[in-house]
């Protein structure tokens, strides 16, 4: 039975928080206006490619501050490692988190 191919572009549009080479960056963001560009392209069943940037990062590691940027073409090509839920993306190796929340059961 196929499975689906995963993306780590629709991982990057769900998810709150990324680790990158180790480090934990709540602070990423994605170019929505070339996202709507691909939809709209898959849409009309046409390829996209682009070498703009769709992904920005930016993380601490102590008092420094480091930043990532990566193009269209960069993110749909990286490679995930299933064993640890990983991607390879430019020698960078990338997670994706969502938040955890608790209910109480006050409510």
Not at 3 to 20: F, G, H, K, R, V
Not at 43 to 65: C, N, P, Q
């Amino acid at each position: 039975m196929p499975t689906e191919p995963i993306y780590l572009l629709d991982q990057l549009e769900t998810a709150d928080m990324l680790e990158i080479d180790g480090l934990h960056a709540a602070h990423f963001s994605l170019n929505d206006e070339l996202l709507d560009e691909a939809d709209a392209a898959a849409e009309a069943d046409e390829a996209f490619e682009s070498e703009a940037t769709v992904l920005k990062i930016e993380a601490r590691d102590g008092r420094d501050t480091k930043r990532w940027a990566f193009s269209y073409n960069s993110v749909m090509e990286a490679e995930h490692n299933a064993a640890d839920s990983t991607w390879l993306i430019e020698g960078h190796r990338l997670a994706c988190f969502d938040a955890v929340g608790a209910e109480s059961e006050d409510e």
